[in-house]
């Protein structure tokens, strides 16, 4: 409890029965903060710390749905937030500076409106983005409105359709994920995703995989994929078309797709 600063790193991790960490004086990191795979871990009080000299980790703490930092004024590196229990909150309201990348992956719909409506950071030395599940086609329904420009761009979202959505028509308009990437993952009964006719640039990856009813990806505008594209273990997938598409800036993968039998690519000169 009298632990005021550490002048290098703290590291939090693989403690499988740690639930709570609580350092309720400290309030400088002059190193890397990260507080990662502790299993059982529900809760973290750092109400005093003002600044991490570099990066801010909090990842892979499976069990973690609540984030609260609110003395937290400055991250000299990047601060990345993942791979913990869906986030019902993330609070850093008094965050100021951020001297890279800046990533929340895994928010609610509900959740990731919330921080965005609050977040106010004046500065990110890197790519800003932050992570959203959308398992319902309601929650699809509503961010489209909300997020999506009249120009047809989502910017510094990464979109994951998921769950329970059936229907792709909210984003008929969407022309450009920008700072952002889109995963298409393990939903049941979306069989088609014509209504991405439009979409023509994705910054970040695109993936399509685990789509138990989804039939055939036709995407006829899109040129550019910015990272990785991934395609697999869609067991009913008979066809790709992906006639535009010209270059993708990472990985094209296409694999486990037992029904596949045709792939077009015609316009593919860069991977």
Do not use: C
Request: aromatic share 6%.
């Amino acid at each position: 409890p009298s632990l005021t600063e550490v002048g290098g790193y703290v590291g939090i991790q693989y403690d499988g029965a740690l639930a709570d960490i609580s350092l309720p004086s400290l309030t400088e990191v002059g190193g890397d903060l990260g507080m990662s795979n502790n299993g059982a871990l529900t809760n973290i009080s750092l109400p005093s710390l003002t600044e991490v000299g570099e990066s801010l980790s909090i990842i892979y703490n499976e069990a973690l749905a609540d984030i609260s930092l609110p003395s937290l004024t400055e991250v000299g590196g990047s601060l990345e937030v993942f791979g913990n229990e869906r986030p019902t909150s993330v609070s850093l309201p008094n965050l100021d500076t951020v001297g890279n990348e800046f990533l929340v992956v895994g928010f609610s719909w509900k959740g990731a409106q919330t921080f965005l409506a609050d977040f106010s950071v004046a500065s990110v030395g890197g790519d800003f983005n932050v992570g959203v599940d959308v398992r319902t086609n309601e929650e699809l329904a509503e961010l489209a409105q909300q997020m999506i420009s009249a120009e047809g761009v989502l910017q510094n979202v990464t979109m994951n359709i998921t769950g329970g959505v059936t229907d792709l028509t909210p984003l008929s308009g969407l022309k450009h994920i920008k700072n952002g990437g889109f995963y298409i993952q393990e939903t049941s009964n979306l069989v088609s995703l014509a209504p991405l006719e439009n979409l023509e640039v994705v910054d970040g990856d695109l993936y399509v995989g685990d789509n138990e009813a989804l039939t055939k990806i036709a995407l006829p505008s899109l040129t550019e994929v910015g990272g990785y594209v991934g395609i697999q273990y869609d067991g009913a997938l008979a066809d790709i078309s992906l006639p535009s598409l010209t270059e993708v800036g990472g990985d094209l993968g296409m694999s486990n797709n037992g029904a596949l039998t045709n792939i077009s690519l015609p316009s593919l000169t860069e991977v």
